[in-house]
């Protein structure tokens, strides 16, 4: 499976557009799909919903949690820690990393591509300090897997940063938010 370029990642924050952000979404992009604040058979129902959407919208769908429920809920991968990736069905594996040590957790977890965070602070992790573009190019350069920026991210800091693609909770769905 080809890696996307382009991830739109869910949370509460953004749960009424997401079926008008994935309806933006070039065909070829991504949603990880978090929504961690529901309980597990509505979260289970929602990705359903959303992961339809993706299919017929040419979009790869990927679940925030085990591979094995991933496999279950039809998922086209999985994301989240190292330690809950290492095992598991041969599906696509995203990890989030923050330093070098993790990013040598994802590569021996099988990752097959890691979403390298936060670049620049970010409205999830409030008074959080971001890496900064060069931190965040260091692990990405010694990364021997797809590099993905997230936290921050916007289409124009995308463009000034060398990477495979970007991901985004507010950077994708505030063009759709409602006021």
Do not use: K
């Amino acid at each position: 499976m080809t890696i996307p370029c382009l991830w739109l990642v869910s949370d509460a924050r953004t749960d009424a557009v997401l079926e008008s952000a994935l309806q933006r979404l070039p065909r070829g992009a991504g949603l990880v799909f978090r929504h961690y604040h529901l309980p597990a058979p509505d979260r289970a129902a929602r990705f359903r919903v959303l992961a339809r959407l993706c299919r017929r919208r040419g979009l790869v769908a990927v679940w925030a949690g085990a591979p094995r429920t991933a496999r279950a809920l039809g998922a086209d991968g999985c994301y989240g820690p190292p330690e809950l990736l290492a095992s598991g069905p041969d599906l696509l594996r995203l990890v989030t990393v923050h330093s070098l040590r993790e990013l040598a957790a994802a590569q021996r977890a099988r990752a097959d591509a890691v979403l390298v965070s936060p670049v620049f602070p970010t409205r999830s992790h409030p008074g959080a300090p971001g890496l900064g573009p060069l931190r965040w190019l260091a692990i990405a350069r010694a990364s021997t897997v797809p590099a993905i920026a997230l936290g921050g991210m916007t289409r124009l800091r995308a463009r000034r940063l060398p990477s495979h693609g970007w991901a985004a909770i507010d950077g994708l769905a505030s063009a759709v938010r409602r006021p």
